[in-house]
């Protein structure tokens, strides 16, 4: 099973850290964001990358070269200087992605979620499995819900938090036109036809959306390898 890493956003809120450096390229803890993906997609055996990237996207390659001191393999996904949002992102790559379902993570999450687990979500007749999480203070009302028989619902009494994590069949984007395509309006219209599984992941996780999640987060990890 090949995986994606999202990387292609602008970072405004994390300015002026990311009038430098890409998002994901940005250390929490003395190591880049994007390398805890790297080393976590590895350890489950998913060793296939694809990584694309906009804003500064150069600098990716730069500091990452083609994985190997990583124990992966990396494609690139050039989007150019502003991006295709995540559903046009993906589209973009698909033919580096390959034929059978892969992995897709954000890459300005933090999180210890088992990605080994992903290789057997996906349910045959399913085209993608998300992981949801707790409302964070940020983000209290949530995205999506998930049903007694654990199908994502677009519309629920209790919605939880997509992750950013998710297994997807190729299928579900070959139908999406080319360009800037936001994700959410084609998970939603799946969700309606029952081919979107969910299950809640109740582990570490956190959104780096703001430079104070990130010193916060950077601080809490120091603290307890000093531990």
Same mark, same amino acid.
């Given at each position: #099973?090949?995986? #994606?890493?999202? /990387?292609?956003?602008?970072?405004?809120?994390?300015? =002026?850290?990311?009038? @430098?450096? =890409?998002?994901?390229? %940005?250390?929490?803890?003395?190591?880049?964001?994007? $390398?805890? !993906?790297?080393? /976590?997609?590895?350890?489950?055996?998913?060793?296939?990358?694809?990584?694309? !990237?906009?804003? %500064?996207?150069?600098?990716?390659?730069? @500091?990452?070269?083609?994985?190997?001191?990583?124990?992966?393999?990396?494609?690139?996904?050039?989007?150019?200087?502003?991006?295709?949002?995540?559903?046009?992102?993906?589209?973009?790559?698909?033919?580096? %992605?390959?034929?059978?379902?892969?992995?897709?993570?954000?890459?300005?999450?933090?999180?210890?979620?088992?990605?080994?687990?992903? +290789?057997?979500?996906?349910?045959?007749?399913?085209?993608? @499995?998300?992981?949801?999480?707790?409302?964070?203070?940020?983000?209290?009302?949530?995205? &999506?819900?998930?049903?007694?028989?654990?199908?994502?619902?677009?519309?629920?009494?209790?919605?939880? +938090?997509?992750?950013?994590?998710?297994?997807?069949?190729?299928? &579900? &984007?070959?139908?999406?036109?080319?360009?800037?395509?936001?994700?959410?309006?084609?998970?939603? $219209?799946?969700?309606?036809?029952?081919?979107? +599984?969910?299950?809640?992941?109740?582990?570490?996780?956190?959104?780096?959306? +703001?430079? $104070?999640?990130?010193?916060?987060?950077? /601080?809490?990890?120091?603290?307890? @390898?000093?531990?």
């Amino acid at each position: #099973m090949k995986a #994606m890493i999202l /990387a292609a956003g602008r970072g405004e809120r994390m300015r =002026p850290l990311t009038d @430098h450096l =890409p998002k994901p390229l %940005l250390a929490v803890a003395g190591k880049p964001l994007i $390398q805890y !993906h790297l080393e /976590a997609l590895c350890a489950a055996g998913i060793r296939n990358i694809v990584i694309n !990237h906009a804003w %500064l996207g150069h600098l990716l390659p730069q @500091h990452l070269g083609a994985g190997g001191q990583f124990g992966v393999s990396i494609h690139y996904s050039d989007e150019g200087a502003e991006g295709l949002e995540t559903a046009g992102g993906i589209k973009k790559a698909l033919p580096l %992605l390959g034929d059978a379902p892969f992995v897709v993570v954000n890459g300005d999450v933090f999180t210890d979620y088992p990605y080994q687990l992903l +290789t057997t979500r996906l349910a045959s007749d399913s085209l993608a @499995h998300l992981v949801l999480v707790p409302n964070p203070v940020q983000h209290p009302r949530g995205d &999506f819900g998930i049903s007694e028989q654990g199908y994502a619902l677009a519309e629920a009494t209790d919605c939880f +938090t997509f992750s950013g994590i998710a297994v997807y069949r190729p299928e &579900f &984007f070959r139908d999406i036109a080319a360009g800037k395509q936001k994700l959410a309006p084609y998970l939603r $219209q799946a969700m309606q036809k029952n081919k979107v +599984t969910a299950e809640l992941y109740q582990g570490v996780w956190h959104d780096i959306g +703001t430079v $104070q999640r990130l010193t916060e987060l950077s /601080a809490q990890l120091e603290s307890e @390898h000093v531990g």
